[in-house]
């Protein structure tokens, strides 16, 4: 049983790149979230999912996109990443009223 | 809206001091409140949680009251071990499942 993954552990890019950091969890949760963390910031929501089909913004949501096509996937798309998205994130999920599984995480450095 | 606010760090204890971090909630209705540990280069973990009005969450020595009336979530350990060092949030969750986090604490634990 993995749990949470989230691939990649690291990545650098350049300024107005793209990419997608992959999250997947094995549990069969239908609640999955994205959050980053910040020095002095603690956790701040992205994005959050509800179920297959089902997105909604958080609390930091400009500059990125999620789908959820299926139960067990949520990427987070960067359409255009800026050095203000230099940051840790963390991928969680949870079957409902119980204590969220989280990912060990993606450090992603904007330059 | 929901809000956590967490005592500030970084906190440092000698090995067998004892440890509290205080946290204060802000929210309507009746949240559930969260312990989280973040060890270095880690994801963050389940510490305990209480979902009602005098709970008692507990797990490896560490406790925590839900005190409605005081709307706070202290974490309390007896004797800290150097094992112990890692950064700790504070969350909740109200109504639906995006989880609220403190901005964290650090504690240090030197032998």
């Known amino acids: 049983n993995a749990g949470v993954t989230q691939t990649p552990k690291f990545q650098v890019l350049k300024t107005g790149q793209s990419m997608t950091l992959q999250c997947a969890q094995d549990m069969n949760h239908e609640y999955m979230s994205w959050y980053r963390q910040d020095p002095g910031m603690g956790l701040r929501l992205i994005h959050y999912?509800?179920?297959?089909?089902?997105?909604d913004q958080g609390e930091v949501p400009n500059g990125y996109n999620v789908s959820r096509s299926t139960t067990e996937d949520f990427p987070l798309r960067l359409l255009s990443a800026a050095p203000s998205q230099t940051s840790v994130y963390f991928c969680?999920?949870?079957?409902?009223?119980?204590?969220?599984?989280f990912g060990s995480g993606t450090r992603l450095t904007v330059v | 809206g929901n809000s956590v606010t967490q005592m500030e760090g970084p906190v440092t204890l000698s090995e067998e001091a004892f440890l509290t971090i205080n946290c204060t909630y802000t929210?309507?209705?009746?949240?559930?409140l969260f312990w989280y540990v973040q060890y270095p280069g880690e994801g963050l973990q389940l510490l305990l949680k209480a979902t009602k009005a005098d709970d008692k969450g507990s797990n490896k020595g560490f406790e925590a009251t839900y005190r409605k009336e005081t709307t706070s979530f202290h974490l309390e350990k007896g004797s800290v071990q150097v094992s112990d060092s890692a950064v700790y949030f504070c969350a909740l969750k109200n109504s639906g499942y995006a989880l609220n986090f403190g901005k964290g604490t650090s504690l240090l634990v030197t032998p």
């Open positions: 969680a999920s949870t079957p409902g009223n119980y204590g969220y599984t």
């Open positions: 999912s509800v179920g297959a089909g089902i997105t």
């Open positions: 929210a309507t209705g009746y949240p559930s």
